[in-house]
């Protein structure tokens, strides 16, 4: 596997976490997990921290 597919589909990977974290948001979705139910401030976290993962993916893209 090449760096710039590596780049590409980790970001891509990220970027879709992140807007499902957007969204879980939005619509109060519930996670549930086994009999653990995941919290709504979980995607408070994950939402910056997908997203600036994605960002980073593009600008090493982008650097290259």
Same mark, same amino acid.
């Given at each position: 596997?090449?760096?710039?597919?590596?780049?590409? %589909?980790?970001?891509?990977? /990220? /970027?879709?976490?992140?807007?499902?974290? %957007? %969204?879980?948001?939005?619509?109060?979705?519930?996670?549930?997990?086994?009999?653990?139910?995941?919290?709504?401030?979980?995607?408070? /976290?994950?939402?910056?921290?997908?997203?600036?993962?994605?960002?980073?993916?593009?600008?090493?893209?982008?650097?290259?």
């Amino acid at each position: 596997m090449t760096t710039k597919l590596y780049l590409i %589909l980790s970001g891509t990977i /990220f /970027f879709l976490v992140g807007i499902l974290h %957007l %969204l879980r948001l939005v619509y109060q979705w519930p996670v549930v997990v086994g009999t653990l139910v995941v919290p709504h401030e979980l995607s408070y /976290f994950g939402l910056p921290v997908a997203t600036g993962c994605g960002l980073w993916a593009v600008w090493l893209l982008r650097r290259r």
